[in-house]
């Protein structure tokens, strides 16, 4: 099992600029990538970025692409999301992921580990 727990959201005006963080713990060592994705109320839980486990690769959709950052900490087994020049269309639950198959994959059906999520507001 892996634990997954999300924290860094809040409310921030158009513009500004959040980091979330994700702290991985348990059986780490079976994972072979990270992610992150987001839910507005209402919709389906949408991609954002992914990083592989080594830190080596990293994912984005294009609506953050240029925007957001996804990073690995130190330890490994910490993962951030940068997120500046924040919309109003950024306001969601924004979740943390784990994978433990090599396949990469922006579904959130190909991730095997949840965190609780945690709210980001973007007001205009």
């Known amino acids: 099992q892996v634990q997954l727990v999300e924290s860094g959201g809040g409310l921030v005006q158009a513009g500004g600029s959040l980091r979330l963080s994700c702290a991985a713990s348990g059986r780490t060592f079976s994972m072979y990538r990270m992610g992150w994705f987001r839910q507005a109320p209402g919709k389906e839980r949408d991609f954002v970025a992914a990083?592989?486990?080594?830190?080596?690769?990293?994912y984005y959709a294009d609506s953050v692409k240029g925007r957001f950052t996804i990073s690995r900490g130190n330890p490994k087994n910490t993962v951030y999301l940068q997120m500046n020049s924040l919309k109003p269309e950024d306001t969601a639950v924004y979740y943390c992921?784990?994978?433990?198959?090599?396949?990469?994959?922006?579904?959130?059906?190909?991730?095997?580990?949840w965190g609780q999520g945690t709210q980001v507001t973007v007001s205009s």
């Open positions: 992921a784990a994978a433990n198959v090599v396949t990469m994959t922006m579904n959130p059906k190909g991730y095997d580990y």
């Open positions: 990083i592989s486990w080594s830190g080596g690769n990293t």
